[in-house]
């Protein structure tokens, strides 16, 4: 049924056909909105959760680890000094192979204090093991809530589905919020392949000896490789059903464009209007759309972009002493092919400054007219 | 591909081997103890009742175990659950949190209860001695002297010289305070012990001389029922009367009818007593008091519950003078003013010369203190050695028994709880001195203190489980508050303020058993384990034990690696911890 509902309620409305049963989270704008209507939903009965209050964000991510680890389904939601406060427990997660799905709204890291959308909370946290998806709008949060789970619980490795502050959390949409039987059949409930069983004690977690230790690393790598595929395996499924489909990346107009831009979240959405005025003046101009930013698509990206002659990178965040994080993943799938677009790097957008449709605009013509970047990042609007 | 087939190589750090043999308690070098500590409330009651203990009996709702854990410090719960100012409350940890436990009300609950079903109680008694033990005066400080006495086996015998026992509790106390099945079935259940009260035998000094061949000790617990003299003109005028009389008259079944307004002389709870009565029997009544109302002896709470039944107060006048005048009185008052403090904090007062008033009175009433009923039972006047205790005075005469004076003979405080103090005292110290001799008598009690002391616990005397008791008092800095919500104290059922100026039925209602185990359940139990088992839920280590049917929890040093969670997160400060020793 279609309704006009916010980001933040997308997602909360994914977590109750998901039929999550623990809930466990630490407010903090822009985030408080998903596990406040959650929070309802448990209190009135809506949800058969439990939702466990705590005083942290470290505490909410620990509370999820034991209650995951006795094989129920788990959510949680953050954003920015939330998930840095998480960090630690974000490795243990993914090393404890537990499928907890947590929703993370894009904002700026403190000081100076800022509420709005910056991407540098969740991109730096891309060495933990975490499978991350970034959504362009309220309908694609919802249903990469629900393809989380059925990933996550697939490859056994936690997901962190992105959104940005405000330009989707709080922004009311139309979106399609499916029936329980649709959603039933496309998400299982959850059969854990291993959990705490009373009747056969066990202890997770423990030492291992370093040749174990790097077997276990080996094996998270291997799932985060077939994360790809299996991401790709069920969109047929998911379309059947949803009539959606969502790929890891999306190449819009590529096939004969020469310069493309690489965005991520909503900034996709204006970038589509100016690749239409674009086109309309012929010039040859295309998007790939990142969803998937761990693991990096690198084979389709390069796929992607094998016909372009530049690339200019979006990037709504910042790795200081390198560049933008988005830019520097692209240049990393890159340098291995032989003949290969160059790289354009431009910082947009940081700490919720607007990313209009004329500064996209502004890109593509200093793309256009810059033979070859004289730099690796260009800080645009300052 | 289903779950089922999923085969994504999933190697987890995972172990079915236990951990036992990790003892993690090798690591430890703080070591957490249960340590029952002392709750301010007990430290406060004259009587040293086991008050965090009896709360929380009542909150599990064992109620008779509850009222026997009253029963082994004070035989008078159904009184003292009444009539005692409670200085427990005053010092009640939560008072700092929301409200104070209203320990009285949950200490009448629990002696009603008992005796609704008529409950007998399970105390012990110590192996009978061969001493003999006369009590003179069946007052709360004798009956309790007694009761303790008995308790530790001795063969008592209380001599009153009243047709029926209760002193104060029966003929000065108004009803609407204390109704008589109240104490009537209290002072029976007592009897039924062993405590054998003879009434209407009046002691003379010659029973004191002749005590010798028949009992080895005699305690004095005769009490003041004489009103004192104020030393005025006029006052042996028929208009003016003792409060204490009228009180006894009145407790008699003596019909009595007033009109027009009396005026009560004095500060004290027998002043208050008085003037209730008289707005009771159609009068009015004006207390007449030398000082403020801050400074009155009576306790704050019954001078609060006279002025809202129309007793009107007058500060700073002292009566000098009293004239009849045509069947009436006319009194002249003196207007008094303040000077500065004595060094005991008590205000000064001297006569604001020149300032005088009159006042025209049907009735006088005198409530200005009380004495001894004869000038021989004065405690002072008594020769040979003696030790000063805080609530008694024993003297060991060169002829006679030895005696212990006790009750309002010797309290500085006139109360029932202060006397049921004084008569437990005096048991103690009777025994050590047949037991152990005279020397012993301080280092005993002192062993037997309850916190810092003056109350004594009779359960820790004769050897119960409060002797393992640490004196430390609980402070609420020392409670963990997180794990308490707020709950506002229960309000006393009481009747309406029209009601109860119609009769002297009883003041304050009986409350049910539900509100009755909510008020006790509010209690912190401060310093005592209710087997709330957060040491148990927080430990990491699985270290501490509680086992099936056993009310006790012990830690596995094993494996308790003295991280001291148990020890914050025991609400109630019933946990220490303790640096190892190497």
Partial sequence: MKRVIEGSHAVAEAVRLAGVQVISAYPITPQTHIVEILSEYCAGGTMNARFLRVESEHSALAALIGAQSCGVRTFTATASQGLALMHELLHWTSGARLPIVMAEVNRALAPGWNIWTDQTDSLAQRDTGWIQMYCEDGQEVLDSMLQAYRLAEHVYLPVMVVLDAFYLSHTYESVDVPAQEEVDRFLPSYQPRFQVDTENPCAFGQLVPPGHYMKMRHDIAGAMEESLNFLNEIQEEFYRIFQRRYNPVEAICCDDAEIIFVTSGTVTSTCRLVLKSLREKKEKVGILKMKLFRPFPVVMVREAVSRAKKIAVIDRNFSFGASGIFAQEVRAALCNVREHPAVFGYIAGIGGLDVTAELLEEIYWKTKNTEFPEKESEWMGI | ?582
Wanted: hydrophobic fraction near 35%; include cysteine; charged fraction near 25%.
């Fill in chain 2, 1 to 582: 591909m289903t779950e089922a087939e999923n085969t994504i190589p999933l190697l987890i750090p995972c172990s079915s081997i236990s951990t036992e043999s990790n003892k993690t308690g090798s690591w430890r070098f703080l070591r957490p103890l249960y340590d029952e500590k002392t709750s301010p409330c007990s430290a406060a009651c004259p009587a040293g009742e086991d008050i965090a203990r009896i709360e929380m009996l009542t909150a599990q709702g064992m109620f008779k175990e509850a009222w026997e854990t009253i029963l082994r410090e004070n035989p008078f719960p159904a009184v003292c659950g009444r009539i005692c100012p409670h200085p427990c409350e005053t010092v009640c940890n939560r008072g700092e949190f929301d409200e104070a436990i209203a320990i009285h009300i949950v200490e009448r609950f629990l002696a009603e209860t008992a005796s609704r079903y008529d409950l007998k109680p399970a105390l012990s008694r110590l192996t009978a001695k061969k001493e003999k033990i006369a009590v003179v005066g069946a007052g709360p400080a004798g009956i309790a002297a007694a009761y303790f006495l008995h308790q530790l086996g001795y063969y008592c015998d209380v001599f009153e010289a009243m047709p029926e026992p209760g002193g104060l509790l029966r003929w000065g106390i108004p009803l609407y305070r204390l109704p008589l099945p109240a104490l009537r079935n209290e002072i029976a259940q007592i009897e039924s012990h062993g405590v054998r009260i003879h009434t209407g035998q009046r002691i003379s000094k010659k029973f004191l001389q002749d005590a010798k061949s028949h009992y080895n000790a005699v305690f004095m617990g005769c009490g003041h029922p004489r009103t004192v003299q104020i030393g005025i003109p006029g006052e042996g005028i028929s208009a003016v009367e003792n409060g204490l009389e009228f009180l006894k008259r009145l407790r008699h079944g003596e019909s009595i009818s007033l009109s027009g307004l009396s005026a009560v002389i004095g500060g004290g709870n027998t002043a208050i007593d008085v003037a209730r009565s008289i707005v009771r029997l159609g009068g009015k009544a004006s207390i007449l008091y030398r000082r403020r109302r801050r400074d009155m002896p009576a306790f704050e709470e019954e001078i609060q519950m006279a002025i809202e039944e129309g007793v009107e107060l007058r500060e700073l006048v002292a009566p000098v003078k009293i004239t009849e005048d045509g069947g009436q009185c006319m009194l002249t008052l003196q207007e008094m003013k303040i000077s500065g403090e004595d060094n005991r904090g008590r205000t000064n007062i001297l006569p604001d010369e020149g300032k005088t008033r009159e006042l025209r009175v049907q009735r006088v009433f005198k409530a200005t203190g009380a004495g001894p009923a004869e000038d021989w039972l004065n405690p002072a006047e008594k020769p040979g050695t003696s030790l000063a205790l805080t609530n008694t005075l024993l003297v060991r005469p060169d002829k006679g028994p030895v005696l212990v004076f006790g009750g309002d003979l010797t309290n500085e405080t006139k109360s029932v709880v202060q006397a049921v103090a004084s008569g437990k005292q005096a048991a103690m110290a009777m025994d050590i001195l047949f037991q152990d001799g005279f020397e012993a008598i301080v280092p005993k009690l002192q062993a037997c203190l309850v916190g810092q002391g003056p109350s004594l616990s009779m359960e820790v005397y004769m050897g119960g489980d409060r002797r393992s008791r640490n004196s430390h008092i609980v402070s609420y800095a020392e409670i963990n508050a997180d794990h308490f919500q707020f709950q506002p104290r229960i309000s006393q059922p009481r009747l309406l303020r029209g009601e109860r100026l119609k009769s002297f039925e009883e003041i304050d209602l009986k409350i049910s058993t539900n509100l009755a185990i909510r008020e006790a359940d509010r209690c912190f139990n401060c310093g005592i384990c209710n087997q709330c088992d957060n040491c148990y839920m927080f430990c990491p280590d699985i270290a501490v034990i509680r086992e099936k049917g056993n009310q006790e929890r012990c830690i596995d040093y094993d494996y308790c690696k003295g991280c001291g969670l148990c020890v914050v997160e025991c609400p109630r400060n019933a946990m220490t911890l303790k640096e190892e020793e190497l």
